[in-house]
């Protein structure tokens, strides 16, 4: 996705074979492939994710900051 475009339920991802996965089927297959992850994978994740979180809202003050909204 372009940088400072949303994602919306009707969106549209690329597949690397060309198809495409609307945002709510992403969602699904997301679903469907942590049902694979081992407990140890799932609380590595949640760290990974957390870490995200934090690193997206340090971002996101920082354009706020910075009048980019």
């Known amino acids: 996705m372009?940088?400072?475009?949303?994602?919306?339920?009707?969106?549209?991802?690329?597949?690397?074979?060309?198809?495409?996965?609307?945002a709510d089927q992403l969602d699904n297959a997301t679903v469907e492939a942590l049902q694979d992850y081992t407990v140890f994978g799932l609380r590595c994740l949640v760290e990974r994710c957390r870490h995200w979180q934090a690193m997206a809202e340090i971002e996101l003050e920082k354009r706020t900051s910075e009048g980019m909204e």
């Open 2 to 22: 372009a940088k400072g475009q949303r994602r919306r339920a009707g969106d549209t991802g690329l597949l690397p074979d060309g198809g495409n996965l609307t």
